[in-house]
C-alpha cells in the first residue's frame, strides 16, 4: 500500500467495509424514530381522514335542501367532535356541528356558522336560516381523502422528520421498520494526549481527534458505540480493539501509525497482516488498514487536521451512503490568489467562500492548523500533477 494514490486507498477502504456496511433492519418506536431512515415503504392500515368529518364550526344540511334561498331549516341536533354515530340527517333539516365532528349520513355539505342566522322559537325548536347554496362536499373532509388504506404512507429511503412521525400516528402505528445504523468505534492514541478541561504539563496536548472523529462520525447518520483514549502500551491498545471489535461494525483509530518508535497501532496491528503504508495526498499521507476480531479497522495519522481529512476522504462518503445523508457540496471555484503545490501529492487545502464564485486559501497546508480548519468553509482540492496555480486559476471545493 506503500505510496498509494487516493483513489487507491479509497477503493482499497471501500472494498473492506463492503459488509460491515450492508444495511440491516431494525424496527423502533415511533418516538425513537426521528432521523433514522425508513428501511421499506410503509403502507397505510388505514384511512385517512378515519371517517367523514367537518371542516368548519357550523351546519351539517343537505345541499339539495339549499335550491330555494334563504332557506330556513330545523336544527335536528347537535354534533361535536367526540366519539359519536349521529342519525341520519332527515331531509329539510339541519344539524349544529363542530370542527371533527363526524358527518351523519344524508349530509354532504357544511355550512360555516358565520354564515348562518339562528333564530330560537319556544314552541317548535330553533332554525338556522342559510342565505347561500353550497356544492356537494364543501367543507366536508371525506374519509380515504388523505390517503386510502393500503396506499403508501412513507416510502423507503426516507429520513424521517417531525411530519412523518405525525402521519404515521395519525394512522395509528407505533413502529417503523428502519435501517440499522452503522456502528463505530473509535480509539485515539498517545501517551502525549489529555483530556479537554484538564492543566497540562510540558508536552502534553489535548485530544481533539476523539471530539472531531466522533461529532463528524454521527453527521453521517451512523453512531459511535465506544470511545477509548489508549497511552503508547500494546497490551491496552489490544484490550481496546477487543471492546471495539464487540461493540461496533467499524473500527477508527487516530495516531500510531507512522514508521518512527512508540507506534502503538502500527506495532500492535502489524503482527496481525495490517497494511501499513502512505498515500499521496497532504495532509494525511500515512495510513492503514487491518482486521481485528473479524471487524475492519481504518487507521488514520494522528495530527488533528490530517484525522479530520483523513475521515471525510476516505470513510466518510460510505457512511453517508447507509446513512441516506447527502453529502457536502463539490464545485469548482477560482482562486483569489495564487500557491504552489508538491509534485506527486493531492493537497487538501482549507479556505473560505468569496461570495458564490472565489475561494481564499485560509492558514497554511500543515496538519497540527486545526484553528486554520476551524475558520475554513471549504477544502480546497490540488491534483497530484498540479504544481502552481495562479489568481483566476479554477479549483475544485468541498464544503465542509
Not at 415511533?30 to 397505510?44: F, K, M, Y
Not at 344539524?95 to 319556544?122: F, K, L, Q
Request: one cysteine or more.
Amino acid at each position: 500500500m506503500a505510496h498509494a494514490t487516493v483513489a487507491e486507498h479509497a477503493a482499497h477502504v471501500a472494498a473492506m467495509l463492503i459488509a460491515a456496511l450492508e444495511p440491516r433492519v431494525e424496527t423502533v418506536a415511533i418516538d425513537e424514530a426521528l432521523g433514522r431512515v425508513t428501511a421499506t415503504s410503509v403502507a397505510s392500515p388505514v384511512d385517512l381522514p378515519l371517517f367523514d368529518n367537518s371542516q368548519m364550526d357550523g351546519f351539517a344540511v343537505r345541499s339539495a335542501d339549499l335550491a330555494t334561498l334563504p332557506a330556513m331549516l330545523p336544527i335536528a341536533g347537535e354534533i361535536a367532535a367526540r366519539p359519536s354515530d349521529p342519525l341520519p340527517l332527515l331531509p329539510g333539516s339541519a344539524v349544529r356541528i363542530m370542527t371533527g365532528g363526524v358527518v351523519p349520513a344524508g349530509a354532504d355539505a357544511v355550512v360555516p356558522v358565520e354564515d348562518t342566522t339562528v333564530e330560537n322559537s319556544t314552541d317548535d325548536g330553533a332554525y338556522v336560516t342559510i342565505s347561500r347554496a353550497r356544492s356537494v362536499g364543501e367543507f366536508v373532509r371525506y374519509r380515504g381523502s388523505d390517503i386510502r388504506r393500503g396506499h403508501e404512507l412513507l416510502p423507503a429511503g426516507l429520513r424521517l422528520g417531525s411530519r412523518h412521525l405525525a402521519v404515521l400516528a395519525a394512522a395509528g402505528l407505533t413502529s417503523v421498520p428502519v435501517l440499522e445504523r452503522v456502528r463505530v468505534s473509535i480509539i485515539t492514541t498517545g501517551s502525549e494526549l489529555i483530556q479537554p478541561g484538564t492543566e497540562p504539563s510540558l508536552g502534553q496536548v489535548y485530544d481533539s481527534n476523539a471530539t472531531a472523529l466522533a461529532a463528524a462520525v454521527r453527521a453521517t447518520g451512523a453512531v459511535v458505540t465506544f470511545r477509548a483514549h489508549v497511552v503508547d502500551d500494546h497490551e491496552s491498545m489490544r484490550g481496546a480493539l477487543t471492546v471495539a471489535a464487540s461493540e461496533a461494525e467499524v473500527i477508527l483509530t487516530s495516531g500510531g501509525i507512522s514508521m518512527g518508535d512508540y507506534e502503538v497501532v502500527r506495532e500492535t496491528l502489524e503482527p496481525l497482516g495490517a497494511k501499513v503504508g502512505h498515500v499521496a495526498m497532504q495532509p494525511g499521507g500515512p495510513q492503514a488498514t487491518a482486521e481485528f476480531d473479524g471487524v475492519p479497522v481504518i487507521c488514520f495519522p494522528g495530527n488533528p487536521v490530517s484525522t479530520q481529512i483523513s475521515f471525510e476522504v476516505f470513510v466518510a462518503p460510505l457512511l453517508r451512503e447507509v446513512g441516506r445523508v447527502a453529502p457536502p457540496a463539490r464545485r469548482r471555484r477560482t482562486l483569489t490568489a495564487g500557491t504552489a503545490s508538491i509534485a506527486g501529492k493531492r493537497q487538501f487545502l482549507r479556505g473560505t467562500a468569496v461570495g458564490d464564485e472565489s475561494v481564499t486559501l485560509a492558514g497554511g497546508p500543515s496538519s497540527h492548523l486545526v484553528a486554520g480548519l476551524a475558520a475554513s468553509d471549504l477544502l480546497v482540492i490540488v491534483p497530484e500533477d498540479v504544481t502552481e496555480l495562479s489568481a483566476g486559476d479554477s479549483v475544485e471545493t468541498w464544503e465542509l
